[in-house]
């Protein structure tokens, strides 16, 4: 059984920083790429970051110079480092591997 379980999100200020991370479980994580995505109230879900297995990104526009992906194989772990936060990056975020999804993490933006 796969599990993806997210955590680091919270309330911050505009131009503030956040570091979410992703435990995963269940699995050989190293051999498996890891996608974030979030979602703001009434919108569709949208694709963030995503990591391959040999550690090669690829980010949204929207995100590209302020977010970072990375992985750490030997933890289980991914993490997002989100900086120059903006009211607009407000959402829940989650991540997620080979159609498995965590349960999301809210961050909160101010302006």
């Known amino acids: 059984q796969v599990e993806l379980v997210e955590s680091g999100g919270g309330l911050v200020q505009a131009g503030g920083s956040l570091r979410l991370s992703c435990a995963a479980s269940?699995?050989?994580?190293?051999?498996?790429?890891i996608e974030w995505f979030r979602q703001a109230p009434g919108k569709e879900r949208e694709f963030v970051a995503r990591i391959t297995n040999f550690g090669s990104t690829l980010y949204a526009e929207i995100v590209k110079g302020r977010f970072t992906i990375s992985r750490d194989n030997a933890k289980n772990t991914v993490n997002l480092q989100m900086n120059s936060l903006k009211p607009e990056d407000t959402a829940v975020y989650y991540c997620?591997?080979?159609?498995?999804w965590g349960q999301g993490t809210q961050v909160t933006v101010s302006s």
């Open positions: 997620a591997s080979g159609g498995h």
């Open positions: 269940g699995r050989r994580f190293s051999i498996y790429g």
